[in-house]
C-alpha cells in the first residue's frame, strides 16, 4: 500500500510517499480502505515531532479518516467489510489503508460523502463540545473567535451561532472574513489591520466579549484576552500562530476571567458521556441543516505535503482533505 512516512522530524517537504506492508486488522480493530483524511493543524506540529502525544519516527501522519472496511478483526461488533465510515486515527491515516481501534469507529451517515465525513469531528467536535460542555457559551453572549476562517474557528463560528451567540470573527484578509460572514458571523475584524481592543469595545457596547475562543496565541491572544467582559470565559484552544500567551495573573483577578485549558481529545477519557452527548447534538444539527462543512482544498495521496503546507502558510479556510480515490 502506498503510505506518507515522516522518517525525520522536519516539515512537510522531509515527508516520503512509499510502498509499505499490507496492514493486518488484530483483535478489536477494523482495516479501513482510507477515501479521504483530514488535514489539521496538529498533523504538521507532529510532523515537527512537538505534538503532546508524539509518534517515533518513522511513523504516518494522519489523525481522521473515512473510507470503507476491509477486514474485520476478532471481537468486533456492529461493524462489517464493505461498511462506509469515518474514524479518529491519532497518526496512520495518510495511506491507502489504516488500522484503527473498533471503539474509534463510527458509520457514515448515508447523506454525508467521504471528504466530509473525514473532516468532520475533529473540527466540530472540539469547538462544539468545547463552547456548550466547558465555555457553557450562553444565547445573545460575545463570542470572539481568532483565527475564525480556519479549520476549528469556523466550525466555532458556526456552532457560536446555532447557540445563539453574536458571534466576532477574527481573521487576516477580507477573503478569509467572507467565509466567516458566509456561517453567520456577525462582525468582522481584520486582526492583521485593526485595533481589536477598540473595535469589539464598540461592538459590545463598551463591555467587551463572554467567551474567546482562540485556536492562534501570541498577540492574537493578548489582544482578546484584553477585550473581555468582566467574568468571561477564555478558552486556549492552541497556537497556530506560533506564540504560547503570558497570562497576567492580575488581569484575570480584577475582571473576575476564567481562563479555560482546553484539549478535546483527553475528553474521550476524562468524560466520555460529554463527548457522546456533543457527537449526538452535532449529527442532529448536520441532519436538520444547521451546520454545513466548509472543504475549501483537496489534494491527491501523493501530494500529501502541500496539503499540509496550505495550513502552514494560511493559505486554506475550514478544511484541507487528502483524497485516495482509486
Ligand atoms: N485544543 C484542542 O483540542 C484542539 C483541537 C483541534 C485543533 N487545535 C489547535 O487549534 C489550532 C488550529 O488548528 P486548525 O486545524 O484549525 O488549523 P488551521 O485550519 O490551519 O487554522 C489555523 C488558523 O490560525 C491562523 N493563523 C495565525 N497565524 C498563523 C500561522 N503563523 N500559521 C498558520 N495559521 C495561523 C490562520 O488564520 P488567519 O490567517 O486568519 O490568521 C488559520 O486559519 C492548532 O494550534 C491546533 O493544534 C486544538
Redesign the pocket.
Known sequence: MRAVVCKKFGTPDDLVVEDLPDLTAGAGEVKIAMRAAGV???DN?MVQGKYQVQPEVPFTPGSEMAGEIMEVGEGVDGLAVGDHVFAGAGHGAFAEQVVVKADKVFKVPSSMDYATAATFV??YG?SHHGLTEIAKLQKDEFLLVN?A?????LTAVECGKVIGAKVIAL???PE?LEVCKSKGADYLIDYTKEDVRARVKKITGGKGANVVYD??GGK?FDDALRSTAVQARVMV??????GVPQIPANYLLVKNLTVLG????AYHQLDPKSIARSNAQLFQWLGEGKIKPHVSMRFPLEETKDALNA??Q?K?TGKVVVTNDV
Do not use: E, Q
Open positions: 489539521n493543524f496538529a506540529v475533529v473540527a472540539t483565527g476562517a480556519g479549520g476549528v474557528g481573521a487576516s484578509s478569509k485556536p492562534v492574537a484552544i492552541g497556537f497556530a500562530g506560533g482546553y484539549y478535546w481529545g495550513l502552514l494560511r486554506s
